[in-house]
């Protein structure tokens, strides 16, 4: 049966694989198609969709971006975007601004912590898309300056975390509003890593058409409950791997999939 694996990452935001080693590598994986979702760019949609016409395999332009309600991030994805729409790059560059200052502070904040990480050691790991979290962590194995990705959330870059600082996060109806103005369709992503079922009435009044009922993190019993809630409310269902390549060495393209079936629903929800 033909499958899809609708979300992913690349290099322009926190994957390791650049949008040509993607495709390629879901071509190997026996997919008909897949969907960029990068954090809060659309710098890897063009190439990955150059790549996917030579190599015959469908690429749906995507994009994952970053919201928060009541002091939780909510991650909204996006299918079918326009990734020149001029309201969402201008969107997207300031976003990149406060991302860019923001590695700044947190460095500020490990060398208070006798962490010495310099901004540089973690733009040199990112290409120009969207710099976080996971560059931090990354650099910090790097450079030695911790054993493991985890152990950087953990001591010192978590949301608890002493050298945190928070993201500029867009509310979610802002979020949901620039996907649709850039014709594409919102979806809610992995609901139960939010814990709070009670907030998608709130987000489907907002414009969130369908709702990420597969997911890794997804007990079968979980999918079961979205798959319901969808259906008692009209919502289209998406699932995926959401595949970082090294950054979440355990997860591999193509993990989660879903029929085709669900891509075809989702053109004909546009
Ligand atoms: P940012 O958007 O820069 O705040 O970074 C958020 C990203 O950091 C998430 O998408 C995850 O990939 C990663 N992340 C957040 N918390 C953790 C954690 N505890 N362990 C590993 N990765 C994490
Ligand atoms: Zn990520
Ligand atoms: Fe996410
Ligand atoms: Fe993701």
Redesign the pocket.
């Known amino acids: 049966m033909r499958s899809a694996d609708l979300h992913t990452h690349t290099i322009c935001?926190?994957g390791s694989f650049t949008p040509e080693e993607l495709v390629n590598e879901a071509v190997n994986r026996d997919l008909a198609a897949i969907s960029i979702n990068d954090?809060?760019t659309v710098a890897g949609i063009l190439p990955a969709v150059k790549s996917g016409k030579e190599l015959g395999i469908e690429v749906i332009p995507g994009i994952e971006l970053?919201s928060e309600y009541e002091g939780i991030?909510i991650?909204i994805l996006g299918y079918f975007i326009d990734p020149e729409n001029p309201a969402l790059t201008e969107k997207l560059a300031s976003l990149r601004e406060y991302?860019v200052s923001?590695i700044y502070k947190i460095a500020e904040k490990l060398n208070g912590l006798g962490v010495r990480l310099k901004p540089e050691d973690v733009f040199d790991l990112s290409v120009g898309g969207?710099?976080?979290?996971?560059?931090?962590?990354m650099a910090m194995v790097k450079r030695r300056l911790v054993g493991s990705?985890?152990e950087?959330?953990?001591r010192y870059?978590?949301?608890r975390g002493p050298a945190y600082v928070?993201?500029f996060r867009l509310p979610p109806q802002e979020a949901i509003a620039l996907i649709r103005g850039s014709g594409g369709i919102a979806v809610l992503a992995h609901p139960y890593l939010l814990q709070r079922d009670d907030l998608i009435p709130l987000f489907i009044a907002n414009g969130i058409r369908g709702i990420e009922a597969y997911y890794p993190e997804h007990s079968q019993g979980q999918v079961n409950f979205y798959l319901d809630l969808a259906q008692k409310n009209g919502l289209l269902v998406t699932g995926g791997s959401d595949f970082?390549g090294k950054?979440?060495p355990d997860i591999k393209l193509g993990l989660v999939r879903v029929p085709y079936e669900l891509v075809e629903k989702l053109k004909a929800a546009l």
């Open positions: 935001s926190d954090h809060d970053t991030e991650h991302r923001r969207t710099v976080g979290r996971l560059h931090i962590a990705l985890a950087a959330f953990q870059i978590g949301d928070s993201g970082h950054g979440k």
